[in-house]
């Protein structure tokens, strides 16, 4: 089965701190993976996406990277700020599956001032 | 630009009522979607429009009926609501086009309460 896995569900960091987060997929036969934002009651905004043929993808303060043959990608955040407490999703589209977004559970980040 | 656009967000119905959910988008983009999002669960497709005048089920259809009623618009209805629909339904958008699957733009959310 065609899963996407986030790990871990919570995280709680002091602000300023360097952080990762992790995606996992079951099947390295992907087109793309992105990485979401979603706040509170709020809907989801996009803030990477790394098609299958590229290793990473760079905006600001984040770094995504996409590792296929081991099933993995991180999200890394550099000097983190309390606006980016937030839930962050991972989201695989799988290569015969054309367009649907499979989920993961998301991270659950609190930064504290 | 809006983006997209969702209405109502909030709604609460009683068993066996009907409604439609509305979403439309201003980006010209050609795909639409509706999710729905549960905790534990994730976000699970119900339908989505590759296209106008195309419709496709998703994961979780049963239940729902969809409209493409043009390029900008995507309904989503419920006939005869269940508690287990309860949930927040999530439209999004992209652009659709080229072989590549591209970034989806998501609305606000409608969260739905069937009693």
């Known amino acids: 089965k065609q899963e996407v896995t986030q790990i871990p569900a919570a995280l709680s960091v002091p602000e300023g701190e360097n952080l990762v987060l992790n995606c996992s997929f079951t099947d390295s036969a992907i087109y793309n993976l992105q990485w979401f934002r979603q706040d509170p009651g709020k809907g989801l905004t996009s803030l990477l996406l790394i098609q299958s043929s590229q290793r990473e993808q760079t905006s600001g303060r984040l770094n995504a990277s996409l590792d296929k043959s081991s099933g993995r990608s991180t999200l890394y955040i550099a000097a983190s700020q309390p606006g980016d407490s937030a839930t962050y999703l991972c989201a695989v589209i799988y290569a015969g599956n054309n367009r649907k977004l499979i989920w993961g559970l998301g991270t659950s980040l609190a930064v504290n001032p | 630009n809006a983006g997209v656009t969702q209405t109502p967000k909030f709604q609460v119905l009683k068993t066996g009522q009907s409604m439609t959910l509305q979403c439309a988008q201003d980006?010209?983009?050609?795909?639409m979607y509706w999710y729905r999002q549960d905790p534990g669960m994730g976000l699970r497709l119900i339908y989505y429009s590759a296209s106008e005048g195309t419709t496709d089920k998703g994961e979780v259809p049963n239940g729902y009926n969809v409209s493409r009623l043009n390029k900008r618009e995507f309904s989503l209805r419920l006939e005869s609501a269940a508690p287990s629909q309860t949930s927040v339904y999530f439209c999004?958008?992209?652009?659709?086009?080229?072989?590549?699957?591209?970034?989806?733009?998501f609305g606000p959310g409608t969260r739905l309460t069937v009693l």
């Open positions: 980006m010209n983009h050609n795909s």
């Open positions: 999004a958008s992209s652009h659709g086009t080229g072989s590549l699957p591209d970034t989806q733009y």
